[in-house]
């Protein structure tokens, strides 16, 4: 289930909008300020962030600067939806690292297909990560230098979503070949990353490749 952060200091507004994404299969996290939402980020970073401009504290635009200036940020896509409507506003937006601006009032099927554009292209920068960290060459080394991989501080159902994870499956993918919900998929992904001291799917992906954990079929083949 894809995580959706929605950052408005307008109680109506937001509370509409959580239940319309929630009764479309999403998991809807809250804020109200930027500074409540970038603490939030740092903590576990969501899918999708959908901020207004104009909040109290930190508004959008410096929490859309400060997210881009982290490394738990940088890639996360970021949707501005705002009333400022203005060309000059918009470039502003897109500046500060925006990925997409709506404007206020707007349909929230729009909204939708601007969160599932985004998660698309999430995707497929995804799949280009695994693709060229797998096609990166191993450094030679000399017979008795060469070591196998230290276990995994996994559990034997978080090992499986691990090896899952690192071929570049999305968690419906894990779940159709584990037999096992997205929900449950998400959760064990949570918890290899807190294991491991890492913050998103790609992190994960570089630390197994950078190890030596190689999916079982590499691995057999190899053999």
């Given at each position: 289930?894809?995580?959706?952060?929605?950052v408005?200091?307008d109680?109506?507004?937001?509370?509409?909008?959580?239940?319309?994404?929630?009764?479309?299969?999403?998991?809807?996290l809250e804020?109200?300020?930027?500074?409540?939402?970038?603490a939030?980020?740092?903590?576990?970073?969501?899918?999708?962030?959908?901020?207004?401009?104009?909040?109290?504290?930190?508004?959008?635009?410096?929490?859309?600067?400060?997210?881009?200036?982290?490394?738990?940020?940088?890639?996360?896509?970021?949707?501005?939806?705002?009333?400022?409507?203005?060309l000059?506003?918009?470039?502003?937006?897109?500046?500060?690292?925006?990925?997409?601006?709506?404007?206020?009032?707007?349909?929230?099927?729009?909204?939708?297909a601007?969160i599932?554009?985004?998660?698309?292209?999430?995707?497929?920068?995804?799949?280009?990560?695994?693709r060229?960290?797998?096609?990166?060459?191993?450094?030679?080394?000399?017979?008795?230098?060469?070591q196998?991989?230290?276990?995994?501080?996994?559990t034997?159902?978080?090992?499986?979503?691990?090896?899952?994870?690192?071929?570049?499956?999305?968690?419906k993918?894990?779940?159709?070949?584990l037999?096992?919900?997205?929900?449950?998929?998400?959760?064990?992904?949570?918890?290899?990353?807190?294991?491991?001291n890492?913050?998103s799917?790609?992190?994960?992906?570089?630390?197994?490749?950078?190890?030596?954990?190689?999916?079982?079929?590499?691995?057999?083949t190899?053999?």
């Open positions: 289930m894809k995580r959706i952060l929605i408005d200091d109680i109506t507004l937001k509370t509409a909008l959580i239940r319309y994404l929630q009764n479309r299969g999403y998991s809807v804020a109200s300020s930027g500074a409540e939402a970038l939030m980020v740092e903590q576990n970073p969501p899918d999708v962030i959908v901020s207004d401009v104009m909040m109290p504290e930190m508004d959008g635009l410096e929490f859309c600067r400060r997210l881009r200036a982290s490394r738990s940020g940088q890639l996360v896509p970021f949707i501005f939806l705002s009333s400022r409507k203005e000059d506003d918009r470039i502003q937006g897109h500046q500060m690292g925006a990925d997409d601006y709506l404007i206020k009032p707007f349909d929230p099927k729009e909204l939708v601007k599932e554009s985004q998660l698309e292209r999430s995707r497929r920068i995804h799949s280009e990560i695994v060229l960290i797998q096609q990166q060459p191993a450094q030679p080394q000399p017979p008795d230098l060469v196998s991989p230290e276990p995994l501080p996994l034997p159902a978080e090992e499986k979503v691990f090896w899952q994870v690192i071929q570049g499956y999305t968690n993918q894990i779940g159709d070949r037999f096992v919900s997205p929900r449950t998929v998400q959760t064990h992904l949570s918890n290899i990353l807190s294991k491991l890492l913050e799917r790609s992190q994960l992906i570089r630390y197994a490749f950078e190890r030596g954990y190689h999916p079982p079929a590499e691995r057999e190899g053999s």
